[in-house]
């Protein structure tokens, strides 16, 4: 079945800890996204991915890293710069870049915790 | 000002009600979709529409591109309809694969 696969569903970050949240895709989709989730407020994007080997900011970049290596792969570290990492974070991917819109396919999504 | 507003944030219905869910937007769009996102967090995706109408099943989404204003009505609604729904824009000239801006949802409880 063809799907977007987020892991760990919960994680736990000390302080001045980074953490890496995997996302995987095998849709053989071009673009990647990550969003962040706080309550009472809407999905913010913090990274996309158009294609392999390229990336860029969101609106709420600082504090976060991302790699795009392998079309499937697009993992999203929450480095000790993010002051306040707690929250749900989602990955979606959608086909392609040169269609003006597109179904985006999400993850069951990652809730992380500082400890 | 948030560009993606949802009216209600919550809605608590009787099973077989008629729901509506309306969006507004103050941006340009070239689509705009509608998310189902469960209690666990998982999100899916219902409809992305730029005109008109779409059916499926008991849900119904409609989008007037001129008033800017999108409604997910959900028909003969059960106790498994209650999600947060959320509505997002693609905002026209945002670039190629730029993601979307999202509403704050709706939080929909059906009780039987």
């Known amino acids: 079945d063809g799907g977007i696969t987020q892991s760990p569903k919960y994680l736990f970050r000390k302080e001045g800890q980074n953490v890496t949240l995997s996302c995987e895709q095998n849709l053989n989709h071009d673009a990647m996204y990550w969003y962040r989730q706080d309550p009472g407020q809407g999905l913010r994007l913090i990274y996309y991915s158009q294609i392999v080997n390229d990336f860029q900011k969101g609106d709420i970049a600082e504090g976060y890293s991302v790699s795009r290596e392998k079309k499937e792969s697009f993992p999203l570290t929450v480095t000790s710069a993010q002051k306040n990492p707690t929250a749900f974070y989602l990955c979606?991917?959608?086909?392609?870049?040169?269609?003006?819109?597109?179904?985006?396919?999400f993850g069951a999504g990652t809730r992380l915790s500082v400890l | 000002k948030n560009e993606v507003e949802q009216s209600p944030q919550n809605l608590t219905a009787q099973e077989g009600e008629f729901i509506t869910i309306n969006c507004s937007y103050s941006?340009?769009?070239?689509?705009l979709h509608w998310l189902q996102q469960h209690p666990g967090g998982g999100i899916v995706s219902l409809f992305m529409?730029?005109?008109g109408k779409k059916k499926h099943g008991r849900l119904i989404a409609t989008i007037n591109i001129q008033e800017k204003h999108s409604s997910l009505h959900i028909t003969a609604s059960h106790p498994r309809d209650s999600a947060v729904y959320i509505c997002?824009?693609?905002?026209?000239?945002?670039?190629?694969?730029?993601?979307?801006?999202f509403g704050k949802g709706t939080h929909l409880i059906i009780q039987p």
């Open positions: 997002a824009v693609k905002v026209k000239g945002g670039g190629g694969a730029d993601g979307l801006t």
């Open positions: 979606a991917s959608s086909l392609g870049w040169a269609l003006a819109a597109d179904i985006q396919y």
């Open positions: 529409l730029s005109s």
């Open positions: 941006v340009g769009i070239s689509a």
